[in-house]
């Protein structure tokens, strides 16, 4: 028994590799290629969008959603609407409450012939699968996989021997109906992005547009759709779902929906002056010259390094060109060693920076605040201004990063004001895994009325929802990391992580003596 515990955990090891290593995925399959509807200018969204439009002539109009329900109100009223096309492209999928009523949603209007394009990032796709076989064999649904797992073996070997690959992950997030209306932002599919998860609530930021910026959403998800990195849902199956699996399944998912109806969730967004502003053509717009900056879906397979051709190669002529101002909202922000000395070259020419990231209390992941820990003090002492998510808002508070009533707050916007003059609102995070191994999409509007809505938004609450971080610095040029907030609206002084466990504390300060910031 002795001998055999020594080499267990070797051998385990060695049928992981060995598992690993037999992955393989489909060859020879057809994968049709389709594209988007170009003649819907006859559709309700259309007409819309066109009585909208008069008088911005050339321009797009954006409209933010902020609020959680707003956000997923905003979806579904569109899929409701839609008459030609839905085409949905997001990294997460649950299967939880919105998640179901999302995909509800869908399958309705695929009933009333929309064709409807759902093309879903692979890595959480395990235990949905066969739900989403189910939606594929709906004759105007057709669902795929992107970047795939190979299924011949288990995922956990295939992080070993194919971590290359499977490690780049289509990240980007859109929804597009008619070819007419759009969303892009830093929204997946879950109760915890729709303010409807009860233990936690993501602060985060979408934007809604029409007009011309519209069709460049749709180059984009066509790119993605026709990828060679895109495989159709059957494709990947183990065992196609039956007949009367599928009808179960549709049939399960009606009747929870229906189950539903009186939920408080539902009776808020029936309730929602939004839903109604989008069917009575009320919904009001921030217009401007607007722009897609995306990653192609060839990223996933080119060498890591920077490109022009990527987000952030579009996105670095913005950064390069601010003059004032730049105000940063990136969740997981691990700068590492480049980008402190560009943001730090910014603050010491005499640009304003200020940062809105989350604290280690209300960081999801707490490997990417080991990866953060180390930029801190070198940006404070540049004169980047930095504030960190107060997790634990009063009720009143949490309005104000558009939350709403969950236990716990925690921010999943990605965005960036630039001299309020123009926005970058979308997907990507300030972290070498967006910036260099996964895909992001988002709007850039240039728009003096948007910028200077959210600038003023972060001037007037930024105090009330976060924490300023100072560095201070003794007699003996000892530094000390001070965090300035509210703790039951009363302000408060922390030498030492706000609202965080011992243990939180200890795990990220263990964790960043590592080299880990290139794969964050």
């Given at each position: 028994?002795?001998?055999?515990?020594?080499?267990?955990?070797?051998?385990?090891?060695?049928?992981?590799?060995?598992?690993?290593?037999?992955?393989?995925?489909?060859?020879?399959?057809?994968?049709?290629?389709?594209?988007?509807?170009?003649?819907?200018?006859?559709?309700?969204?259309?007409?819309?969008?066109?009585?909208?439009?008069?008088?911005?002539?050339?321009?797009?109009?954006?409209?933010?959603?902020?609020?959680?329900?707003?956000?997923?109100?905003?979806?579904?009223?569109?899929?409701?609407?839609?008459?030609?096309?839905?085409?949905?492209?997001?990294?997460?999928?649950?299967?939880?409450?919105?998640?179901?009523?999302?995909?509800?949603?869908?399958?309705?209007?695929?009933?009333?012939?929309?064709r409807v394009r759902l093309l879903?990032?692979?890595?959480?796709?395990?235990?949905?699968?066969?739900?989403?076989?189910?939606?594929d064999s709906h004759p105007n649904?057709?669902?795929?996989?992107?970047?795939?797992?190979?299924?011949?073996?288990?995922?956990?070997?295939?992080?070993?021997?194919?971590?290359?690959?499977?490690?780049?992950?289509?990240?980007?997030?859109?929804?597009?109906?008619?070819?007419?209306?759009?969303?892009?932002?830093?929204?997946?599919?879950?109760?915890?992005?729709?303010?409807?998860?009860?233990?936690?609530?993501?602060?985060?930021?979408?934007?809604?547009?029409?007009?011309?910026?519209?069709?460049?959403?749709?180059?984009?998800?066509?790119?993605?759709?026709?990828?060679?990195?895109?495989?159709?849902?059957?494709?990947?199956?183990?065992?196609?779902?039956?007949?009367?699996?599928?009808?179960?399944?549709?049939?399960?998912?009606?009747?929870?929906?229906?189950?539903?109806?009186?939920?408080?969730?539902?009776?808020?967004?029936?309730?929602?002056?939004?839903?109604?502003?989008?069917?009575?053509?009320?919904?009001?717009?921030?217009?401007?010259?607007?722009?897609?900056?995306?990653?192609?879906?060839?990223?996933?397979?080119?060498?890591?390094?920077?490109?022009?051709?990527?987000?952030?190669?579009?996105?670095?002529?913005?950064?390069?060109?601010?003059?004032?101002?730049?105000?940063?909202?990136?969740?997981?922000?691990?700068?590492?060693?480049?980008?402190?000395?560009?943001?730090?070259?910014?603050?010491?020419?005499?640009?304003?920076?200020?940062?809105?990231?989350?604290?280690?209390?209300?960081?999801?992941?707490?490997?990417?605040?080991?990866?953060?820990?180390?930029?801190?003090?070198p940006l404070l002492r540049a004169?980047?201004?930095?504030?960190?998510?107060?997790?634990?808002?009063?009720?009143?508070?949490?309005?104000?990063?558009?939350?709403?009533?969950?236990?716990?707050?925690?921010?999943?916007?990605?965005?960036?004001?630039?001299?309020?003059?123009?926005?970058?609102?979308?997907?990507?995070?300030?972290?070498?895994?967006?910036?260099?191994?996964?895909?992001?999409?988002?709007?850039?509007?240039?728009?003096?009325?948007?910028?200077?809505?959210?600038?003023?938004?972060?001037?007037?609450?930024?105090?009330?929802?976060?924490?300023?971080?100072?560095?201070?610095?003794?007699?003996?040029?000892?530094?000390?990391?001070?965090?300035?907030?509210?703790?039951?609206?009363?302000?408060?002084?922390?030498?030492?992580?706000?609202?965080?466990?011992?243990?939180?504390?200890?795990?990220?300060?263990?964790?960043?003596?590592?080299?880990?910031?290139?794969?964050?």
């Amino acid at each position: 028994m002795i001998g055999r515990s020594r080499f267990a955990p070797q051998l385990a090891l060695s049928a992981v590799l060995l598992l690993g290593a037999c992955a393989s995925l489909p060859e020879g399959f057809d994968r049709p290629v389709s594209y988007v509807f170009t003649d819907t200018d006859n559709t309700a969204l259309a007409a819309a969008s066109l009585e909208k439009s008069r008088g911005h002539p050339g321009e797009s109009g954006f409209h933010l959603l902020g609020n959680g329900h707003d956000a997923f109100v905003a979806r579904a009223v569109l899929a409701d609407t839609a008459e030609r096309s839905i085409d949905a492209q997001y990294y997460i999928l649950n299967r939880d409450l919105t998640g179901r009523l999302f995909v509800d949603r869908l399958l309705r209007a695929a009933d009333r012939g929309v064709r409807v394009r759902l093309l879903v990032d692979d890595m959480d796709i395990a235990d949905k699968e066969l739900a989403l076989l189910a939606a594929d064999s709906h004759p105007n649904m057709e669902v795929r996989m992107f970047n795939p797992f190979a299924r011949n073996v288990g995922r956990a070997g295939q992080f070993v021997t194919r971590f290359s690959e499977v490690g780049r992950r289509m990240h980007s997030k859109s929804f597009t109906v008619d070819n007419q209306v759009a969303i892009l932002g830093g929204r997946n599919i879950g109760d915890e992005y729709f303010a409807a998860d009860p233990a936690l609530e993501f602060a985060d930021l979408d934007a809604m547009a029409i007009g011309p910026v519209v069709e460049q959403v749709s180059t984009a998800f066509d790119e993605y759709w026709n990828s060679e990195l895109a495989y159709p849902a059957s494709v990947l199956a183990t065992r196609l779902p039956t007949e009367q699996e599928v009808e179960k399944a549709r049939a399960w998912l009606t009747d929870f929906v229906e189950s539903q109806a009186d939920s408080d969730y539902l009776l808020a967004l029936r309730n929602s002056g939004l839903a109604n502003a989008i069917r009575n053509r009320a919904v009001d717009y921030y217009w401007g010259d607007g722009w897609v900056a995306y990653d192609p879906p060839e990223k996933l397979l080119e060498e890591i390094g920077s490109s022009e051709r990527h987000l952030s190669g579009q996105l670095r002529p913005l950064l390069q060109t601010v003059r004032e101002e730049l105000i940063i909202f990136s969740p997981y922000f691990v700068p590492g060693e480049q980008g402190v000395v560009n943001l730090s070259a910014l603050s010491e020419r005499g640009v304003r920076v200020r940062l809105l990231t989350n604290s280690l209390a209300s960081n999801d992941v707490l490997i990417v605040h080991a990866g953060y820990l180390k930029s801190r003090k070198p940006l404070l002492r540049a004169g980047v201004e930095i504030y960190e998510l107060n997790s634990e808002l009063l009720n009143e508070q949490r309005r104000i990063v558009r939350g709403g009533g969950s236990t716990k707050a925690s921010l999943h916007a990605k965005s960036f004001v630039f001299d309020r003059k123009s926005v970058f609102i979308g997907s990507l995070n300030l972290d070498p895994r967006a910036i260099d191994f996964n895909t992001e999409i988002g709007f850039v509007v240039d728009s003096p009325e948007l910028a200077g809505d959210m600038s003023r938004e972060f001037d007037e609450r930024i105090e009330q929802v976060a924490f300023r971080l100072e560095l201070v610095r003794d007699d003996s040029g000892t530094e000390t990391l001070l965090w300035h907030g509210l703790v039951d609206g009363e302000p408060e002084v922390f030498d030492y992580e706000p609202h965080a466990s011992v243990w939180q504390r200890f795990a990220a300060n263990f964790l960043s003596l590592f080299p880990i910031e290139g794969q964050l």
